[in-house]
């Protein structure tokens, strides 16, 4: 064989090695794409779930948002009528001074069934300080247009209660024992307690009694502080996600 067959053999071998290099190549780079488009398909379907899962779970926070609203203008109403029976009772009784007097005990009483009823924040003083007008009216220590006047600013703070948001300290019960916590109160819809130590949880109201449920979800825990620090930094409006922990009571 000539030198010059020998040389295009060569070049030829050379050449369809080249190219068979070439296609496999080529075919890892198909796979490698193939693989990617796969991935990112999977990543979108997620991305779909994940977005669908959103809205459901807005949705279905608006409708119990909407619900929430609905339960405090009913109790802002109660309490608004509560007032109007005991303005007219008082209309009925103040032509003799004495006549007050029953009609007060009674709106006092009332109240104090409200309170017991309502969300657990500062319950102890709420009611204390509503008792203690009627311990001055029974004393004679103030007078039956004294003590109605008082009562009816009790009947006003509860009121301003449904639409007050923000933090305050108090002591609660968990695990058995009394601490003193910070409580993130949401008008008288929702209300969460931090710890010194950082655990953090909400009010559940539970057949006829309360209880202060610590939160073990990370996801919430997380939500959960976020609310204090936005309380604390003053932060007043924007947007906030909550745990549904919505309390479902009702004046009665």
Not at 192 to 201: A, C, H, L
Request: charged letters at 25%; one cysteine or more; proline letters at 2%.
């Amino acid at each position: 064989m000539s030198n010059k067959s020998i040389n295009l053999a060569f070049c030829l071998l050379v050449t369809s090695n080249i190219l068979i290099a070439d296609n496999n190549n080529m075919a890892t780079s198909l796979m490698s794409l193939r693989a990617e488009v796969e991935q990112l398909d999977s990543q979108i379907d997620e991305a779909k779930d994940s977005y669908k899962a959103s809205i459901k779970s807005l949705t279905l926070q608006k409708s119990e948002l909407e619900s929430m609203i609905s339960r405090e203008v009913l109790k802002t109403k109660q309490i608004q009528k509560e007032l109007q029976l005991l303005k007219e009772k008082i209309a009925e009784a103040s032509k003799n001074s004495k006549g007050l007097t029953p009609v007060i005990n009674q709106a006092i009483d009332n109240l104090v069934l409200m309170i017991e009823n309502s969300i657990p924040f500062k319950k102890e003083e709420r009611i204390a300080a509503v008792q203690k007008i009627q311990e001055q009216l029974k004393a004679s220590l103030i007078t039956p247009q004294k003590a109605l006047s008082y009562v009816y600013n009790s009947y006003a703070d509860e009121i301003r209660m449904t639409k007050e948001n923000g933090v305050f300290k108090q002591t609660i019960t968990l695990d058995g024992k009394d601490k003193l916590v910070k409580v993130a109160r949401i008008g008288t819809a929702m209300m969460f307690f931090q710890t010194p130590n950082d655990r953090v949880g909400y009010v559940l109201h539970s057949g006829t009694s309360w209880e202060y449920k610590e939160e073990f979800n990370k996801e919430k825990q997380d939500e959960i502080s976020t609310i204090f620090d936005a309380f604390v930094k003053q932060i007043r409006s924007g947007y906030f996600t909550l745990p549904n922990v919505l309390v479902l009571n009702e004046v009665k």
